[in-house]
């Protein structure tokens, strides 16, 4: 059978958005993402200055990348040493994660199935179809938004499968998972855990959690500085975690010609070394989902404040629209806000929108002006 591309998530909202830029001021876009604030002046500097666009750089990442992104984890995630051996760039980490379930079947041909969050973003269950596997998806605790019920997965699957994905703070709930468990799990059951951990700064409940707090052994943690670091366009990431697992990754994909460009990867080391950007991005989000919140719960929409990330996942209100689409065209029409219909992240999504918190304050201001003249009665 031909394979048949489904149509991209976020074109889907075209006729959404065109309501919202109806208003005068414009549309105020919440729908993806893509942070908005601006990276440090010195990672910025980086990018024009490392001398390195001559010659090809290093598909693992240079040393001193690799040695900035292992103290960074040390530092982070309480580690005692994370070697340059257990670690190796990506090129951002949507690649990787869209590429995994691929590379590993060359590993395991005969083990064709992914596990992955119920609700969640799109590439993993993408990754797995792209790779000509089964995309099963493993639902959070009852209960719970963030985290697998691995109760749930049933021993045919866990025998298939290549790989679980887990993602912690979740986009899009906001949930946090039990990635001790997790990784307990993928062991007895000799499936590699891989731990999307690319909004791990933004946790707000509690310290930010690693799944190389519980050992490398059949781990992976997959890490972004799209997010961290307001560097979604230079496009650099890392993962690290079991030896065997990462050395086979990096040998492939070096294959494969994988390369972080050279001022990226200057760029990236920049940005591992200092942390007052992210407390200032930090305290930018936490504002934000705090006010937003407010402006939603005023407009007949309460929602509570997610453990971890930068997205409100806000039910639909009970009787006052058929569904998450009827909801966030509300939403574009009374206040020009575009936001994300749940069943983008999975049909168990479907009875909430995704908010993300990536326009300033003075934006999302103007929402709550649009959005307070509505009686909603
Ligand atoms: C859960 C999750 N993983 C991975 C990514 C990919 O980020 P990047 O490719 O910029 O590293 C995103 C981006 O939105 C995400 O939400």
Known sequence: MTFRLPPYPYDRLAGLAEVAAAHEGGMVD????????????????????SGTERGYPASAGSLALRE??????????????????????????????????????????????????????????????????RAVAVPPPPGRAGGLDLGAVAPEDAARALVLWSNSPSNPTGGLGDLGSEAAWGRAHGIPVFSDECYAEFTW?????????????GVVA???????????????????????LVEFLRAVRQHAGLMV??????????????????????????DRLEYLAGILGAYGCPVGLPEGGFYLWV??????????WAMAGALAADGGLLV?????????????????VVQPLERLALVGERLGRVSHG
């Open 30 to 49: 919440c729908s993806i993402g893509t942070p908005y604030d601006p990276p440090p002046p010195a990672v910025v500097a980086a990018l024009g200055s």
């Open 68 to 133: 900035a992104a292992g103290a960074w984890l040390c530092r982070r995630f309480g580690l005692d040493d994370v070697p340059v051996s257990r670690l190796a760039a990506c090129v951002g980490t949507k690649e990787f994660v869209a590429s995994v379930p691929h590379l590993l079947r060359l590993r395991r041909p005969e083990l064709d199935t992914v596990l992955y969050p119920a609700v969640s973003y799109p590439t993993y269950a993408m990754g797995a179809e792209l790779a000509g596997c």
């Open 205 to 217: 409940d509690g310290p930010p959690r690693s799944v190389l707090q519980h050992g490398f052994d």
């Open 222 to 244: 997959v890490h972004s500085l799209s997010k961290r670091s307001n560097l979604a366009g230079v496009r650099v990431g890392f993962y690290a975690g079991d030896a065997e």
């Open 261 to 286: 460009p050279g001022p990226a990867q200057a760029a990236g080391v920049e940005a591992l070394e200092d942390e007052s950007h992210v407390e200032a991005q930090r305290a930018r989000y936490l």
């Open 315 to 324: 039910p639909v209100p009970t009787g006052r629209w058929p569904d998450a």
């Open 340 to 356: 994300s219909p749940g069943d983008l992240y999975g049909a168990a999504g479907a009875g909430h929108v995704r908010v993300a």
